[in-house]
């Protein structure tokens, strides 16, 4: 393939679990494969709770942003917006890679079949980084 | 222009709203414009509360960094370092663009006359990642 | 040297002190090292208490996490995981290159002779941006 037709690569290290924190990697990632750029997700450490069964529904929010998770959640419904489990399924159906952390899953304890279906097998930071280098944006969230 | 003349550019996004994390963008934005580079700053979530009028004077700390906003700022006037709306203002004085990101605008019901004067025209994800592309660095703050 | 054998580069900015936040950069970047890449940590603002003389040892975790800083330990021990501490110091010895935030030190009042051995002398805003435009990854954790 010539260097003109390759892909543009946006690859995202996604390591909070909270809910305010969950929505920057979707709406990026998800914006990218609309533009035809591909887009991969590396869930770790809380971020590996964005991706467990049940987990996305039960991401809150910190205390010192000064709203409350039920405001949030409230805010989100009213305009309309995707709930985060929601915007899960749909970036896989739109072709984002999501990878989870090996290393992390140890840690915490988190076992393949704790997580949802449609996630890639977990990879290490070595093969994280590798993916990155081929990357043209490449973020820590 | 040649390749050699064009100048390298810095684009981050800004996330937060506390005291802590409203510096390091405006740091290494303002360095970059020293520089000769160009730096885009795109504010999303709690980090529009910096350019919403009178919103940067209110930025907190976390409590679980162990030192209360007071501390900071007495530390940063000591220092003789610019409070964050001081600098915010310096920032776009030399140049440095800001964007408000349209999706967390209409999500946290922000109006554009709610910000402060000097901001440019509110961008989505997608015009956010096309200057993405085209910066050397880039960075989720 | 040519094009081919200038060896890749990561460049990461810790601006955290919290014991989930210190692993992230020394993982990847003790990763970056094994694949032959040059890896450069930046410490700033909390990060900077990770390189002060007993201070990796203090690190907690913000209370949002869900998770207290003791259980964390927990099971970082139980998983054979090296303590912060002792994977700085293995960084250091792998040739991960540690850069402390000049005006942070100054902003917090710390002296170069509070902050570990093996680190490099401090640099400013500027002199990591140059650092960064030579690296092929740039995260700010």
Redesign the interface.
Known sequence: MSEEKKK?K?AI?V?K??L??A??PL??AT??V??D?EAILFF???GLNLIKKGGAEQA??????GVSAEAMNE??KK?G?LTVSEFIKMALDMGVKMYPCE?AM????IKKEDLIEGVEKPI???TF??M??ES??????
Chains 1, 2, 3 share one sequence.
């Open positions: 543009k946006i290290i390591s679990g909270t305010d924190m929505y920057p709406i990026l914006a990218a609309s533009m750029m770790t450490m809380w809150t929010l910190p205390t010192h942003v805010l989100i305009a917006v290393q140890k840690l915490m304890g290490g930071a070595a980084l590798d990155a280098l043209d944006i490449v973020l820590f969230i």
